[in-house]
C-alpha cells in the first residue's frame, strides 16, 4: 500500500508541473501525506512524564531568553509550554472549512512537497512567487523546521509541525522581513492569533534587542500595526496556502483583512 501511495506522489510530483492534475488521485495523494507525517511523528516522538515537560519548558524558556537565535531551544518551548495554545489552535481550525481540510490532508512544506522552481516561474505578484522571492532574498529554506518531538498527541503535533512551516509564510504576507524588527513584529501577530508562549516571549522580550532608531520605528508603526493586524486578520492557520499559490498577494490581503504598513521614508 505504501508503495503505492508513493509512486501516487511521484505521479502527483510530475502533475504538479502542468496545469492538469487528475482529480481521482487526490484522495491517494492526501493519504499519503497522513501517513508520511504519522511515520514521521514516530521516528521523532520522545516520550516524556509532565515533570520532565516542565524541567525542560523552564530550561528552553531560559535559554531562549539568553539567545534568541537558539531555534531549538524556542522549539521545544513551544511544545512543552504550549500545550493549553496548540489546543487553542486545533480547535479554531476545526470551526473553519479551510482550516477543517487542512487537518483532515495534513499538507506538509519543505522543498520534498512544494515545487519551489515552479513557484520562480510564477507571475510577479502572485503568493508562490512572492514567497520564493522571501525564501531567495532572506536565504532561508523550507526544509529548516525542526520534528515535533514532545507533543504526544498527534493531531496536536501536526498543528504545531504546521505552525513552524507556515512560519515563512507569515512573514511572506505581512511583508516582514527576518531582521529583529520584522522578527518581533511578526511574533506580536503570531501572539495575538495563536497564544503561544513562545510567541508572547518573542513579542514582549524581543524588543530589548532593537537598536534606538529600531525601537523608534517600532513602537510608533509596527506595533500598532502588528496588534491591529493580529486582531482583525483571519486566522491565518486556516490559510491552505499550498492551494493558492497562483493567487494574487493583493487579493489574498484583502481576502485576510490585511493592510499593508505604511512607513514613512526617514
Not at 508520511?36 to 528552553?60: M, N, W
Not at 537598536?211 to 483571519?234: D, F, H, M, S
Request: charged share 25%; glycine share 4%.
Amino acid at each position: 500500500m505504501l508503495r503505492k501511495l508513493q509512486r501516487v506522489y511521484q505521479l502527483r510530483c510530475t502533475w504538479s508541473r502542468t496545469s492538469i492534475v487528475p482529480r481521482r488521485f487526490f484522495a491517494d495523494v492526501n493519504d499519503l501525506n497522513r501517513i508520511k507525517f504519522e511515520e514521521d511523528f514516530s521516528s521523532s516522538h520522545i516520550e516524556t512524564t509532565r515533570f520532565q515537560k516542565f524541567l525542560l519548558a523552564v530550561g528552553s524558556a531560559a535559554v531562549s531568553l539568553l539567545d534568541p537565535m537558539r531555534a531549538d531551544m524556542i522549539a521545544v518551548m513551544g511544545e512543552t509550554a504550549g500545550d493549553t495554545a496548540i489546543k487553542y489552535m486545533l480547535q479554531k481550525m476545526q470551526s473553519d472549512n479551510e482550516g477543517q481540510e487542512i487537518l483532515r490532508n495534513r499538507p506538509r512544506i519543505n522543498s520534498r512537497t512544494v515545487d519551489l522552481e515552479k513557484l520562480r516561474q510564477m507571475p510577479d505578484g502572485t503568493l508562490g512567487r512572492t514567497y520564493i522571492k522571501f525564501l531567495d532574498s532572506n536565504k532561508v529554506t523550507p526544509d529548516s523546521r525542526l520534528p515535533v518531538q514532545f507533543v504526544d498527541d498527534i493531531e496536536l503535533a501536526y498543528v504545531i509541525q504546521r505552525y513552524r512551516e507556515v512560519h515563512d509564510l507569515f512573514h511572506t504576507i505581512l511583508g516582514m522581513p527576518t531582521n529583529m524588527l520584522g522578527e518581533v513584529t511578526v511574533k506580536w501577530v503570531e501572539a495575538i492569533q495563536t497564544r503561544l508562549p513562545m510567541c508572547v516571549g518573542g513579542a514582549l522580550f524581543g524588543p530589548l534587542r532593537l537598536y534606538p532608531k529600531q525601537r523608534q520605528k517600532y513602537v510608533k508603526y509596527y506595533l500598532p500595526w502588528a496588534i491591529e493586524t493580529g486582531t482583525n486578520c483571519k486566522f491565518l492557520m486556516n490559510v491552505f496556502y499550498e492551494h493558492r499559490w497562483e493567487q494574487p498577494i493583493k487579493e489574498l490581503h484583502k481576502e485576510l483583512h490585511i493592510k499593508a504598513l505604511q512607513v514613512p521614508k526617514s
